[in-house]
């Protein structure tokens, strides 16, 4: 799913836990995970790595 680092932020990251085990939210280009569409251009859209790249980023 390619979204904005703002859009990726109220998604629920499947990895982070609070202390009393609630979903947190994704923190896009603060973790590692985070893979940008195009690295050279700050701000630009990404995805979450854990789940392979969107269809749309997959080459034959
Ligand atoms: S990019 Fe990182 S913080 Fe965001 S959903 Fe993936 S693993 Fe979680």
Redesign the pocket.
Known sequence: MLLSENE?KF?Y????KTHDDKMKF???SM????RAEKPEVEGCKGW???AGGPVAQQKD
């Open positions: 990726a998604k990251c499947p990895l982070l994704c923190q896009a973790c590692m995970m985070w979450c790595g854990l």
